[in-house]
């Protein structure tokens, strides 16, 4: 089968579009037949190990000293079950699913396996393969620090870096639960967060948010590029601040919640672009260069 491997950790003239042996799998695991790859920021971080100093050792640790164990890489995508190990009762042949497979990887190839405790849903009807192959990665991170717990109605939400892909699910999903929502990007992207909901923009590039005039019941850096110490004369009494840079948690039950608003037409993939498997040094180089906007997808045909 076709599949994209990392030769060792590095930039995208690490990546090589290779034939590779299509997996078997095991009784409690099952085959997915990939449409959609999503290509985040993750995936740049494991690929490339440009992390700090004291990630770097424990992404080696983890993931395989010099190359990444599994060289085939992809860490979210979409598809159609092909083949259920004999153990495997909760999923059909034929079902369209979407998934992140952040450990096993695996993602860019024809087939993909997964365990049947996957974090991996259906992919709503209403919505393609390749709008579903990035909300495992960036819609289940922003639900992580947006969610009911965390904002309720009529407040006041201020989203920085709402261009990428995390971001702008996290404005979405402000909007869901009916905060009143400011999305901070470069004004290159002002039209395209207008048209996610924002109730307001803000241009980074000619605005410094400390100086702003104005409290917020949350603020969340989407980007990991502010502290809070920049930003809390900006919060309420009882106001939050929240960064991406905080750990998050994998939870195939935020897969269902997410479900819910894209059934309800609230939560959309914004899309940088779609590529061909022959484009992927491209879509890789796009998100390396850390300035798309919203998700890069590559359609797996
Ligand atoms: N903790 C976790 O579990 C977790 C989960 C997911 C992601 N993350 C991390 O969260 C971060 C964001 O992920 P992502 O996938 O959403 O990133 P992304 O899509 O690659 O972010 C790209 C966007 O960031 C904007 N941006 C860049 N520098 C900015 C700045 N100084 N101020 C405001 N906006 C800026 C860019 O807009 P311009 O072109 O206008 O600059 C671009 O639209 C990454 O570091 C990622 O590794 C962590």
């Keep these: ?32 037949s990939v449409k959609a790859v999503n290509i985040a920021s993750g995936d740049y971080k494991i690929n490339t190990l440009n992390v700090n100093v004291l990630l770097k050792p424990i992404l080696r640790l983890v993931f395989g000293l010099f190359r990444p164990r599994q060289q085939i890489r992809g860490i979210t995508a979409s598809g159609v079950i092909a083949q259920l190990g004999s153990k495997v009762t909760n999923h059909l042949v034929g079902d369209e699913v979407y998934f992140i497979n952040s450990m096993g990887a695996g993602c860019l190839a024809d087939y993909v396996k997964l365990k049947d405790t996957a974090v991996m849903v259906k992919k709503p009807a209403n919505i393609s393969f390749i709008e579903a192959a990035p909300i495992a990665f960036g819609a289940m991170s922003a639900l992580h620090f947006i969610n009911d717990k965390t904002i309720h109605k009529d407040q006041n939400v201020l989203i920085y870096g709402a261009s990428g892909s995390v971001g702008s699910y996290a404005l979405q999903i402000a909007k869901y639960y009916g905060a009143k929502v400011t999305a901070v990007s470069s004004q290159k992207n002002h039209q395209a967060l207008l048209g996610l909901g924002a109730d307001q923009v803000i241009d980074y ?16 850096d989407a980007v990991g590029k502010i502290k809070k110490k920049h930003v809390k004369h900006l919060l309420s009494e009882t106001g939050k601040f929240y960064s991406i840079l905080l750990p998050t948690k994998e939870d195939k039950q935020r897969l269902i919640v997410l479900n819910q608003m894209i059934e309800a037409g609230k939560l959309k993939t914004l899309l940088d672009g779609k590529y061909n498997i022959n484009q992927y040094k491209t879509a890789h180089q796009k998100v390396y260069d850390g300035h798309k906007v919203g998700n890069v997808v590559i359609e797996w045909v």
């Design 205 to 220: 590039k000619k605005t410094d948010i400390s100086t702003l005039d104005f409290k917020y019941d949350l603020i969340f």
């Design 1 to 32: 089968m076709k599949a994209i491997i990392l030769k060792r950790y590095g930039g995208v003239d690490q990546l090589q579009l290779t034939e590779v042996p299509k997996p078997s799998i095991k009784p409690n695991e099952l085959l997915i």
